[in-house]
């Protein structure tokens, strides 16, 4: 009777867990100019990108499918090993605002996911202009 009432209780709050999953949202980012500016090609991200990294812990533990919510698909995706991931989305124009979007190394969000899916590391490839 206790392992049932513990498994009911456990699987309760694997729910409740997954649930909570649904929603990120972040003061001072505006999602729409985030989500216009592909590719950072007209140099708007970066301002909101200091709204991402100052809260970036409220995303420890998203999942991908959150993150594409809040910030939409990524401008470049990198797949590591055992399901690792890291999308970059860029914060300034560069050679990638040409035609075909060729790699640049203008400077981006990286936004690491392990094996589980959920974000596990955020950071910028330079630091951000004050």
């Known amino acids: 009777m206790l392992f049932r009432s513990l498994s009911t209780l456990s699987v309760c709050l694997l729910l409740l867990t997954s649930c909570n999953q649904s929603g990120a949202s972040l003061s001072g980012l505006n999602t729409a100019i985030w989500v216009q500016d592909t590719y950072g090609c007209q140099n708007k991200r970066s301002e909101q990108a200091k709204a991402i990294i100052n809260q970036k812990g409220q995303l420890y533990g998203k999942t991908t499918a959150t993150v594409e919510r809040l910030l939409g698909r990524p401008d470049e995706e990198e797949l590591a090993e055992q399901t690792e991931k890291t999308y970059y989305y860029y ?40």
């Open 91 to 130: 914060l300034e124009s560069g050679p990638q605002c040409e035609a075909g979007h060729p790699r640049s190394a203008a400077n981006k969000l990286a936004i690491h996911f392990g094996a589980i899916g959920t974000v596990t590391e955020i950071l910028t490839e330079r630091p951000l202009a004050k």
